[in-house]
């Protein structure tokens, strides 16, 4: 896959050998735009082409996690988490069109059957009775993997809160007046996503494999995260159930899994919770840290101690400037590929900024706690706790700074962006060069997220959905729900500006 004539043309005029849009100046709103258009086509263009369905020699709907290669014959596989995400991607992609992008919704069609298939494989982990919609490992015609070196980290518990997930996204999208599938939703979705729903309800918050390191068995806050999600979008009873808490309150950070000992291989320090928080993305529900809202304070704290952990790990964080984001890798544990930084956390850093930035301006206040100060005071040293409303010199003043804090950390990934615009799966931690294996999936969906953010791009509401939940497209922004202030107490703070103070 290469640059688009244009592209190129557009390289040589401004004098570029390499990546046309790799800057080292201030943000420039212009270049982040450029870079993250330049990006989005190719994404699609790999999910689409080069690792997934008939093109790869799959079955329609199979999407494997990179460009097949012969050196990484090991990802010649379809693995149930990350074409998860691929499809939500797909899904989201065809709400922008209306449903006028055909050839989308053809492969939509195709993924959700792929989905139905995986539940009914008789595996290793069992049949649909007995484990096997655990099973997170498929070849690629949907078949069991029958070597167990093979299906490292399989059985997954993340499976099917996943897969119910997808299914119930595209059925909100097939219930819209417009599409008027109402039928189809209740004789083929929902029995497949019952079967996943009464999986969730019986399995709550069991221990599986851990996300990113398999010989670790213990519980996992990616896993509960998109089980509380499942349930709560697809039934009641998710709102009936508790929900385990991963917080670390004497450090403010989520962490990823209940195993906590580092002799055991985790700290609890990783990216799964900041994809979490751009995947659970929803302005309806405000800042709520529940749901870790990308602007709640725990997301914005864990944020700064997660990104504080990967900076002094990786010795290219050292030598980038305050105004951005350091890179931030899987965990700090992490050994593959050398243990390297991950292209999806750091695009997922920008994206949770512009999520945030979007739901304060539909809120018209930052609420600064105790929790997210110390966050605050990167973008202002004197901040204090309390809410502050828009058009005041403080609210102002984090906004511009926040914003392009997010654009300096895509204009330096720019920067190390391969010339071709396909990205890795990994960063040299050392260097900053691009390497390991080519087109991974999660660096595609990544830019896609990243963009639809910096284009203030608002979701369909997975929280308070329904029939007509339609997305806000770029250009066309408009405010959603009125999002109603819990303390209406008014207060004047230093220099005159009104604050509202939340009982510190």
């Not at 244009?6 to 990546?19: E, K, M, P, Q, Y």
């Not at 080069?50 to 079955?59: F, L, T």
Request: hydrophobic letters at 40%; proline letters at 6%.
């Amino acid at each position: 896959m290469r640059p688009s004539s244009f592209l190129l043309a557009l390289a040589a005029a401004i004098g570029v050998t390499a990546n046309p849009f790799a800057s080292t100046k201030r943000a420039d709103s212009a270049a982040v735009h450029a870079y993250l258009d330049s990006l989005v086509p190719v994404a699609l263009d790999v999910l689409a082409n080069d690792i997934g369905g008939p093109s790869i020699g799959a079955d329609p709907g199979v999407l494997i996690t990179l460009i097949p290669e012969e050196e990484h014959p090991d990802y010649n596989i379809y693995w149930l988490r990350d074409a998860a995400l691929g499809y939500l991607a797909w899904i989201g992609e065809l709400e922008l069109s209306d449903g006028t992008n055909k050839p989308l919704r053809a492969l939509v069609d195709d993924s959700v059957h792929a989905l139905i298939r995986t539940q009914h494989v008789v595996s290793l982990a069992g049949n649909i009775f007995t484990g096997g919609l655990e099973e997170a490992l498929f070849d690629l015609q949907i078949g069991p993997i029958t070597n167990n070196n093979e299906r490292i980290g399989s059985p997954a518990a993340d499976g099917p809160p996943l897969r119910a997930v997808v299914l119930i996204k595209y059925a909100e999208w097939l219930l819209r007046p417009e599409q008027n599938n109402g039928t189809w939703v209740a004789d083929v979705l929902w029995p497949a996503i019952d079967l996943d729903l009464r999986w969730i309800a019986l399995h709550w918050n069991e221990s599986s494999w851990d996300l990113w390191w398999a010989p670790v068995w213990g519980g996992s806050y990616w896993t509960s995260s998109v089980q509380y999600r499942a349930l709560r979008a697809g039934a009641r009873l998710g709102r009936q159930i508790g929900r385990k808490s991963f917080w670390n309150p004497e450090k403010g950070f989520m962490t990823e899994t209940t195993i906590t000992n580092v002799s055991e291989g985790r700290s609890g320090i990783g990216a799964a919770p900041l994809t979490v928080s751009v995947l659970n993305f929803d302005p309806t529900l405000g800042c709520d840290p529940a749901t870790f809202q990308p602007c709640s304070d725990r997301a914005l704290s864990s944020l700064k101690v997660v990104g504080d952990a990967f900076k002094k790990l990786f010795p290219i964080n050292q030598v980038l400037p305050s105004n951005q984001s350091p890179y931030f890798g899987f965990f700090l544990e992490d050994q593959l590929y050398g243990g390297q930084v991950q292209y999806f956390a750091s695009f997922n850093v920008a994206e949770q900024i512009f999520d945030a930035l979007i739901t304060w301006d539909l809120l018209g206040w930052i609420e600064v706690t105790g929790v997210s100060l110390k966050f605050f005071q990167e973008f202002d040293k004197n901040i204090r706790v309390g809410k502050y409303k828009k058009g005041s010199k403080t609210y102002e003043r984090l906004t511009v700074a926040l914003n392009e804090w997010a654009e300096n950390t895509l204009l330096s990934l720019s920067e190390r962006t391969p010339a071709d615009l396909i990205l890795p799966l990994v960063m040299d931690k050392e260097t900053g060069k691009p390497t390991g294996p080519r087109g991974a999936l999660r660096s595609q969906v990544a830019v896609l997220g990243a963009h639809n953010a910096y284009n203030h791009v608002i979701p369909p509401s997975w929280a308070n959905g329904g029939q007509g939940n339609t997305p806000k497209k770029p250009g066309n922004k408009k405010p959603g729900k009125k999002l109603i202030a819990n303390d209406q107490c008014g207060m004047i703070g230093s220099g005159g500006e009104e604050q509202f103070h939340v009982g510190f």
